[in-house]
């Protein structure tokens, strides 16, 4: 290997001129032109014929702006493979078209002097599909990818690799592999109509950072089925008038209302007293569990079926009725008391 030293030999270079292999210069040496790089490229049965390159079947490529990249067609593998580029994955095959700014083509593929080279400029795209203009699926997905930051979404490394970033724009799919810890405030989507998919279990809460400010759900977008343990709320739980559901026990520290029936198949237990809604007002103490009905002598209310009292009945004011006529049940095991 030759070494220049531009301080002694001050050499220089013009006209072009193609290398195989490496080149040192040594420290304040400029090189200035252009530089080709030739890439070996082989065809391959890899679940079908692919094209290798670079130790690896179909792999991304990296280019640089300024640079020209030849692929080397001579080995005989290539034989009926012409290399061509594409915006189009998979090219012509893909609906395609093979892309030819600052493309050259040269040989036959499979023969000494084959090639298809490539000189990056800035008006080359940032990402290139590489196919077979004979043969669909040949590159597969892979890339000739522009050493630009509009193709930072495709930048890969290992487990232990560290970066940082002041901003991160990305356009297009990105794929993630292993931990993400994201720091500060993210906003996901700018619209209604975007969306989120989550596939695996959360790990942790799920807490607004503002109190009572934001909602599940909407008036018009509702959750199917929610699945919850306990359910602790400071306000209003409500349904519409054709809501349906069930509760294993429901515990409320305040009032309940309800604007329609509410229908129970086990017991109603009260630990102080129940209250129908003609009572007013109440001005006397009642033991726990009592029920009151009404509470003046014009207030009626109606039994369908059997009652079946296994305390006292106690008649304050009034009388009880069956179908229209005026009963006093004393053969029955309870006693009816009637007061003043």
């Given at each position: ?7 002694q ?18 420290k ?7 530089i080709?790089?030739i ?15 670079e130790?690896?079947?179909a792999p ?26 594409s915006?189009?994955e ?5 609906g395609g078209?093979?892309y030819s ?10 023969q000494?002097?084959?090639?298809t080279?490539i ?5 080359t795209?940032?990402?290139l ?7 669909s ?26 970066a940082?970033?002041?901003?991160l724009?990305v356009?297009?799919n ?7 810890t ?23 809460n ?5 109190d009572?400010t ?26 519409s ?37 003609s ?26 079926g ?20 005026s ?5 029955t ?8």
């Amino acid at each position: 290997m030759a070494l220049l030293d531009s301080k002694q030999l001050n050499p220089r270079l013009t006209g072009s001129f193609t290398l195989s292999g490496s080149l040192t210069t040594q420290k304040d040496t400029r090189l200035v032109g252009n530089i080709t790089e030739i890439i070996k490229v082989t065809v391959v049965s890899d679940g079908g014929n692919k094209y290798a390159f670079e130790g690896a079947t179909a792999p991304d490529f990296t280019v640089d702006e300024g640079k020209t990249y030849r692929f080397d067609l001579s080995d005989s593998s290539n034989g009926t493979h012409p290399f061509r580029f594409s915006i189009t994955e998979n090219g012509t095959h893909g609906g395609g078209s093979a892309y030819s700014t600052g493309v050259t083509v040269n040989g036959t593929p499979g023969q000494g002097d084959a090639y298809t080279e490539i000189n990056v400029t800035k008006v080359t795209p940032n990402n290139l599909y590489y196919y077979c203009t004979n043969h669909s699926g040949m590159g597969n997905d892979a890339l000739i990818l522009k050493n630009d930051f509009l193709n930072l979404h495709l930048i890969s490394g290992s487990s232990v690799s560290t970066a940082s970033f002041g901003h991160l724009n990305v356009v297009g799919n990105t794929n993630l592999v292993g931990d993400l810890t994201l720091g500060g405030n993210i906003q996901i989507g700018n619209a209604d109509t975007d969306s989120i998919t989550i596939t695996s279990d959360l790990t942790s809460n799920l807490t607004p950072n503002v109190d009572s400010t934001y909602d599940i759900g909407s008036s018009t977008k509702y959750w199917r089925n929610a699945y919850i343990d306990t359910l602790t709320t400071t306000g209003n739980v409500s349904g519409s008038s054709t809501s349906t559901g069930s509760f294993g026990r429901i515990q409320s520290g305040g009032d309940i209302y309800s604007y329609g029936n509410i229908t129970t198949e086990g017991n109603i237990t009260a630990q102080k007293y129940i209250v129908s809604s003609s009572v007013t007002y109440m001005t006397q103490s009642f033991s726990s569990g009592s029920t009151i009905f009404g509470d003046d002598s014009d207030d009626n209310h109606r039994f369908t079926g059997s009652l079946r009292v296994t305390g006292s009945l106690n008649v304050d004011k009034g009388r009880i009725f069956e179908q229209g006529t005026s009963v006093i049940d004393h053969a029955t095991a309870m006693a009816i008391v009637f007061g003043g």
